[in-house]
């Protein structure tokens, strides 16, 4: 409020505002102000790159996609406070990080927490705590978020110590706080994460029961990007070819 009320009573004084309206417009820059404060905040603290949004996606690419249910998550909280949970499906290079990604964004802008974890990293961390005694309170902690993010659940090596403490979590969590898993395997392969198959049937049965699941069908937007670089590579260098056959041989000079 320091930094803005003598631009605003400038401001007032030459438009001849009340003193209510002054007072008003001078909250109204405190509030807009905090909320952008707290928006940075929250946003540096979900780990999400800035440039995973929803409007730098490209929906055509995903041919007979219907984004309606995965957009009404990044406007409306309800899935939030039911603590549903959503599960990305496609092979790689979809699409599924990128969308991860923007959800978590939406759900900051919207004014709730998120966390983004590659699930190797949350494993990781989980493992640890669980070897200090401190996986309890560590779960506990990620409470605080609404929702978190567990990139590419099926890079999670097979072995027991590591899927019981995703399953730990997944338990945890469990109608309490949302969960947003991306995956490239189906569930049918999801015994090659969990320790076993009772494991991973109950992990499973927890995820889906409040679920939105959507599956992403397309070719690799990397390796279409790929390909377009590799081809406008090639029309420029021949472009550069075809000038430099063309060009007037320079004259011969004698001297
Ligand atoms: P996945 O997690 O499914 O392997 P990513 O989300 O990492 O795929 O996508 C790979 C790259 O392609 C990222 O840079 C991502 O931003 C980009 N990408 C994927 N799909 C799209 C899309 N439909 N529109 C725009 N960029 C996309
Ligand atoms: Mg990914």
């Not at 790159?49 to 957009?71: E, G, R």
């Not at 699409?95 to 919207?110: N, P």
Request: charged fraction near 20%; hydrophobic fraction near 40%.
């Amino acid at each position: 409020m320091l930094n803005h009320w003598e631009a605003l009573e400038h401001q007032a004084m030459q438009e001849q505002w009340s003193y209510a309206q002054f007072l008003l417009a001078l909250c109204e820059t405190e509030i807009e102000r905090r909320w952008s404060q707290r928006l940075k905040r929250a946003l540096n603290e979900a780990q999400v790159p800035n440039a995973k949004t929803l409007v730098t996606f490209d929906w055509s690419h995903l041919k007979d996609f219907n984004p309606a249910p995965l957009m009404q998550l990044t406007t409306d909280s309800e899935w939030l406070k039911r603590a549903d949970n959503c599960l990305l499906f496609g092979p790689s290079g979809v699409g599924k990080t990128h969308l991860a990604c923007a959800v978590a964004r939406a759900v900051v802008e919207l004014g709730y927490r998120a966390k983004f974890f590659a699930a190797t990293t949350l494993v990781q961390t989980l493992q640890h705590a669980k070897r200090q005694l401190l996986l309890p309170s560590t779960l506990k902690k990620l409470d605080r978020y609404d929702l978190l993010i567990i990139d590419d659940l099926g890079y999670v090596k097979k072995s027991e110590a590591e899927t019981s403490v995703l399953f730990e979590l997944i338990a945890h969590r469990y109608e309490r706080k949302s969960l947003l898993v991306t995956a490239n395997q189906p569930f049918s392969q999801w015994n090659t994460i969990f320790a076993d198959d009772m494991m991973t049937v109950a992990a499973v049965d927890r995820l889906v029961h409040h679920a939105l699941i959507v599956e992403l069908q397309a070719d690799s937007y990397r390796k279409r990007s790929a390909n377009q670089r590799a081809q406008t590579q090639d029309t420029s260098q021949n472009t550069l070819s075809e000038v430099s056959t063309s060009a007037p041989v320079p004259a011969k000079t004698s001297n």
